[in-house]
């Protein structure tokens, strides 16, 4: 069988990394680290890999605002990640990844490379740390979210997580083609129609503020449920990506 | 003052103390004196780096003279004398205790206890308080603190990751009405301050902040206190540093500037209105996140020898610890920096934050450039370690310091402290009920020392790294009070099919120590094991840290409470076998307001432990689980009110602080703990601030079920009244709620100690406690809840 290769891609002040890795391995990608320097040097290419995560993290200090630096960073590699995003390959954006995503335009997905939608201050004005429930959207074409139960639970810790879209008309678009994978259940932070995560219109692009890579184990949940070897939801967004490559 | 400083050979000892004050070095006379004489006898007038240097060097903050120095002690008519109080009590229990699983104590940043089954890893831990920085400028007080403790662990040994913050404050109450003294923050504006320090840094570094405690009273009004820990992984084959002399001092992280100048000397110093937060240090979190991405690659490549951490003191503390045995060379016209208007002495001691010293040898240089670019991280080769065994300190032509190393080291002298002791009236009549129970019960659960902490935790981000197991909040819900935080360190191992982890709990009680600090230091390592035994964690492998805040040490009262507590550390530690492995201290934690009247922090003392959880997937929470299962009370319920929160609100006249029996509360630990093991314990949390009664209503709350139980079936001292059984605080107990099925088992593995059923998880969302039939209080849970779950912030 084959081992899709996975680019964990890190820069200054990324810390979800090595977790995010350990989940696509467990799932069975050969997934390692790139510092986005690497990129940038030539010294590794987007191409060579099957999947990419951005992991969560406070890249470049979110100095300006949320992802904007590493954002910056990216544009010089644009044409790549857009090949790559065009080519069908899975992208997942967690947390400070999606607010990266939202910035260069890859979500929503417009083929301008605009940014539609930001990832805004909290509603409670607040970085917020809980677990929260989710709706999955069972009509989405999010290749991530496929076989998940209609509610899941997973943890946030954001203080930017608010999504908003000015056009209102490319929100609705958005909603209609059932592009909003993921709704929280009881909105934690002001998003727009309690949007937490939304894909591309193939679905292999997605963005979430939720972390999957943290609800892996049964153990993890806070409610410690009786049954330990079970998987927990969070996995299924990692093998869901692994089985969609092979 | 100038003038004064170039004869500095010839001042008499009223000069030198005018001197100091002016310079703000914080030594003492006899300090003074024996610089002075040893320049006498150089021959020359010192330059004003070497001064710095020494008060770095010789601060409270770097030597702890004060507790490792010698004390006389009098109670009563009884006189014992210590030649260094902290190794004839708290080193002394470790030294007898020997445990071959304790890696290195008491030598290096942090201490280092072996983790995990095979050999291969260590586990260090360390805790700070940064005090002082906090009262004036409570943001930028925090970060640092958070900060430097990072680096003390990032310092250990070779490297260790951290992974697991820890954060304990005490602040002023937030009602208080209290008058401030000019220039002085309120309570909630420091509190805000804080917590959000910590949140910026602790989140930007992404390590989890998931566990340590609140507390509130009004003798922290003026000194709040932030006591900051962090554990970090380390390869047992990492633990040994090596300083080879020709090996280059590479600084690397933050630039230097002119912020947080004098601030070791500072914490020495009793705060009033002329107190400046120019001491304090400027925090840039991603700054050490590049520092750590960096030393976790280079450690791992083997790239240098040995590293510590640019803490108080900076540059001249580094550089002095790393090359105490070998001698060092440093040329300071190569160090990057913030600001040019900087004089060379203060580059030498300033302690601009993020900055770490690793000793590297000339040919691994190239590589340990290339990780340190590809990571954007800055450094600057400062010099070099020698074989001379001196200090030469230049900055282009100019000599900043000259010194042997022996002399900036060993050359503090010391003076012996008085110490007394006198008890405080204790009243042991039948404590006076003045409310309702049920109406005690609401008011104690809304109080700021036992309410939701909540508003504070969700702000840390607690679960990244993704091995918070067991969490600080906790349940069906996910908002329950956890007594313990589990961490499964698979981000530092590098493996999820092993599943060891380690749990942390702390144990903290100033009430007790008003009373009798001997006992408060019992009481706290008890509460800090106990919490242990609620997640189910390895106790006969508990280790310690102890953290002792205190006011001035020049006051007899002061020193004689700090000599009975530290008395107390080894008793408990010998008592439960739980070596203390590393641990710090803190004075001049008093303020002058503005009538010149002092106001002293009570006595502190903060116990953090750790023990080794060998499957993180059988701990435990505290929330209750099924209904129809039985409540078990272990530990005995004793006579008096002594120190309790229900004294605080309602004054039972009775402040009597029981007994700590250590042999029965570690039989009891023990057969819990088995119990736990074997799967008969569903759920599990001491007994502590608020009384059995707290306890029952947080585990009934978080779990969504009801309780109901008769405490005349509590195993308990003969005469233990209604009230002393709801609210006493009495020590060494913990409730469980034990699975039905296994209740014989538990029974058996129980059998022979003073752990008896109370009563039963019910469907009913009521908590309903009654003494041989006669009802006590019958109370809805939710309505217990909203009392308990406010916003703090």
Redesign the interface.
Known sequence: MKRPKAIILRG?????D??TM?SFR?VGADAGLV?I??LLAGKKKVMDYDIMAFP???S????ISAGRIFAVKMAKLAGDFARFIKGGRPVIGICNGFQILARTGFLPENGRGAQLSTLYANDGG??????VRLRVNKRSPCIFTRGLPDEIEL?I?HGEGKFIMKDRKALEGLLKADLHALTYVENPNGSMRDIAGITNPAGTCFGLMP?P??C??P??R???PAS?EAAAAGREFFRNAVEYVR | MEELFSRFTSLNEKELVRLDKAFGWSLSAAELVQARDYFRKAGREPFRGELESLAQTWSEHCKHKTFSGPVRFRSGRKVKKYRNLFKETIVRATRELDRSWCLSVFKDNAGIVEFGSDGKWGLAFKAETHNHPCAVEPYGGAETGVGGVIRDILGVGLGAKPVLNTDNFCFGRLDSKKKLPKNALGAERIFRGVVDGV?DYG????IPTAAGGIYFDDGYLLNPLVYVGCAGLIPAEKIEKKVRPGDLIVSIGGRTGRDGIHGATFSSANIDEETSSSAVQIG???NE??VL?VIMRARDRGLYGALTDCGAGGFSSAIGELGSETGARVRLENARLKDTGIEPWEIWVSESQERMILAVSPGKMPALEDILN???CEYCVLGEFTGDKRLLVTFNSETVVDLPMDFLHGGVPSVEKAAVHRPPRISRRPPASRAPHGRALRELLSHPNICSRHSV???????????T?I?P????Y?DGPGDAAVIWP??AT?S?RDHAGFAVAHGFNPAAGRLDPYLMALYSVDEAVRNLVCVGAEISRTALLDNFCAASPAAPEVMGSLVLAAEGCYDAAMGYGAPFISGKDSFYNQSRDAYGKDHPIPLSLLISAVAPVAD??R???M?LKRAGNPLYLAGVSRKGMGGSVYNEVHDTRNNYLCPLDIKAAVGTYGALLRAIKAGCVLAAHDVSQGGLAVTLAEMSFSGGFGAVVDLSSAPSEKGVSALELLFGESPSRIVVEVSREKETEFRRLTGGLPVARIGSVQERPELEAGLGGRGLLKEDILVLKSDWKRELL
């Not at chain 2, 935790?457 to 790294?465: A, G, L, P, R, S």
């Not at chain 2, 909040?473 to 069906?476: A, H, I, S, V």
């Open positions: 200054t002040g990324t810390n979800c090595i977790e350990t467990y510092h320097n690497e969560g993290g406070f470049y200090g979110d100095d607040r970085f917020l740390a809980r677990w943890p810790a972390h890579e943290r892996f184990f153990f993890q806070p409610d410690r330990r | 949140r989140n930007r570094m992404g840039h979190a991603i996140k590049k991405d590809s990571e954007n935790i969700t702000q840390y981000d607690h679960e990244v790294q993704g091995g197991v969490k909040l906790q349940g069906r996910g698979h981000a590098g999820v993180v997937r701990a435990i929470t929330d």
